[in-house]
């Protein structure tokens, strides 16, 4: 029997679920003062009706052992020690959140994933390898960050026009830092673009939950387990 799976895509500004069985994602509003408490009430609450064995969750920090290493910068406090698998009283397995539409967005070789949302989520996939990154605090210019420069507070503050000189610079240099055969742009901005550059095309967030499901097949059982390590 097919392990049946919920998968969840956290955000800085809504919580989406879905199984594979339901073609349709739910969602409720997240924002800064989300705990992980709130997050399981409400995605149980909003999960009625559905059928899962185990649950992946893809969150805006970095993942270390299967659980973050820190509190997501644009949700709530409580996330690093919380028992997710007690709560849901099933197998859980966690993600950062960009890794996760970049598993789902992955369709072989060395692929680059820059998801341009709230802020900016990054993963490198080598021949099924998944590389987690936090590019989007490195350095960048005078100063600022990546995330600074093409995160959704630069594009509310700048000009769309500054703002997407910014985005086709980043993807520039990561593209050279990195060498990915592909580079996917997901993340609700990134449809934004008026011209996609070279060597890319453009996710799409419903890929988010295409790659929580694949976390608990064989052919992606060994990246992950590598990955949670």
Sequence with gaps: M?????????????VKIRVASDPQKRSFPSGPTLTP?????????LAQGWEFDAVSIGLPAPIVKNKPVHNPG???KGWVDFNYAARFAKQVKLINDAAMQAVGSYEGGRMLFLGFGTGLGSCLIAEH????TEIAHMPYREGSTFEDAVGIK?????????WTKDVYAVIEILSAALIPDYIVLGGGNAAKL???????RL????????????????EWAHSVAVYHK
């Design 203 to 218: 996710g799409d967030n419903a890929h988010a939950f295409t790659g929580g499901f694949r976390m608990w097949t064989p």
């Design 2 to 14: 097919d392990l049946k799976v919920l998968a969840i895509d956290i955000g800085g500004t809504n």
């Design 154 to 162: 630069a594009l509310e503050k700048n000009r769309k026009k500054h």
């Design 194 to 200: 008026q011209e996609i550059p070279p060597n890319c």
């Design 37 to 45: 408490h709130q997050m399981v009430d409400g995605v149980l609450e």
């Design 129 to 132: 390898v998944i590389v987690p």
């Design 74 to 76: 644009n949700l709530g």
